[in-house]
T-cell receptor, first 114, second 118 residues
Framework: AQTVTQSQPEMSVQEAETVTLSCTYD???????LFWYKQPPSRQMILVIR??????QNATENRFSVNFQKAAKSFSLKISDSQLGDTAMYFC???????????FGTGTRLQVTL | EPEVTQTPSHQVTQMGQEVILRCVPI?????FYWYRQILGQKVEFLVS????????KSEIFDDQFSVERPDGSNFTLKIRSTKLEDSAMYFC????????????????FGPGTRLTVL
């Protein structure tokens, strides 16, 4: 069974600064996908970024980028130029196969301050 | 832009009552999911559904739970006799058929139904 671990329950960053959220996972599969989801107070689940395990290049979406270390089973999210609207819970998630379930970590609550 | 919709947004029920949570997946999607999130906790997988049958279910998804696609658009989650611990946010998600190594089709989440069991 896959497990996803987020060791930072809460993080805080000042506006315009950069913050990195950590995630590690455990799996015996070779082909899989990794994701970061944002959950604002509305509790809607919003996909931020995804990474295909077979791609060596780290994914980037505007201010969001990942550091994917497959051998170490590490998948961190970097948010550059943090904005107040980035304040939310962030969940790391794993998907192991064709249209299979998502396994989520426990989340990191990010607070962006002035 | 197509989206997954869920009704109701908030459901309050008495312990022991049956509830049905409804979802309308995106129209050309083939895989459907239910997840739940107890307040302050992580999102947990309940069940996946494809080709009119359950493809995978978790330990949480016991005999009190059932899913159905009664017509071409709705996807429902029924809890037969609710318990206090069923209070949670329930998310529906859907995706197109995924071909490993091809273009990825993400799971689109609905806005959730908040279930409160008293």
């Amino acid at each position: 069974a896959q497990t996803v671990t987020q060791s930072q329950p809460e993080m805080s960053v000042q506006e315009a600064e950069t913050v990195t959220l950590s995630c590690t996972y455990d799996t015996s599969e070779n082909n899989y996908y990794l994701f970061w989801y944002k959950q604002p107070p509305s509790r809607q689940m919003i996909l931020v970024i995804r990474q295909e395990a077979y791609k060596q290049q780290n994914a980037t979406e505007n201010r969001f980028s990942v550091n994917f270390q497959k051998a170490a089973k590490s998948f961190s999210l970097k948010i550059s130029d943090s904005q107040l609207g980035d304040t939310a819970m962030y969940f790391c998630a794993f998907e192991g196969g064709t249209a299979s379930k998502l396994t989520f970590g426990t989340g990191t609550r990010l607070q962006v301050t002035l | 832009e197509p989206e997954v919709t869920q009704t109701p947004s908030h459901q309050v029920t008495q312990m022991g009552q049956e509830v049905i949570l409804r979802c309308v997946p995106i129209s050309n999607h083939l895989y459907f999911y239910w997840y739940r999130q107890i307040l302050g906790q992580k999102v947990e997988f309940l069940v996946s559904f494809y080709n009119n049958e359950i493809s995978e279910k978790s330990e949480i998804f016991d005999d009190q739970f059932s899913v159905e696609r009664p017509d071409g658009s709705n996807f429902t989650l029924k809890i037969r006799s609710t318990k206090l611990e069923d209070s949670a946010m329930y998310f529906c998600a859907s995706t197109q058929r995924v071909v490993m190594g091809g273009s990825y089709n993400e799971q689109f989440f609905g806005p959730g139904t908040r279930l409160t069991v008293l």
